[in-house]
């Protein structure tokens, strides 16, 4: 073991798992109204990571596309909640 900071996390059923190297970016508690129905309640855990730091090490999530500018990862089998990332790639300046 190399000391780097990583975190590793995934699914109820344990079909899909994922690790993310490095800091974990903004965490907070989402209450906007798409991230209240992925969750199944009044709001959603989330932490930020760059896409290159976010890597699946098992299995495969669905995508669901709950509104134009967000996707949403699930896990297939038992409905884990899993990731979010934008439709379409921010805008550079
Ligand atoms: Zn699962």
């Known amino acids: 073991m190399n000391g780097a900071e990583s975190h590793s996390g995934g699914c109820q059923c344990g079909a899909v798992r994922y690790r993310i190297a490095g800091k974990l970016g903004y965490p ?19 932490a930020g990571t760059r896409e290159e730091t976010f890597e699946i090490t098992r299995g495969a999530p669905r995508w669901f596309s709950s509104s134009d500018p967000c996707r949403r990862g699930f896990c297939e089998r038992c409905g884990t909640p899993l990731s979010s990332r934008p439709s379409i790639p921010p805008m550079s300046a």
């Not at 907070?28 to 989330?46: D, P, S, T």
């Open 28 to 46: 907070h508690l989402c209450h906007c109204r798409m991230c209240q129905k992925a969750g199944g309640n009044f709001f959603m855990a989330l």
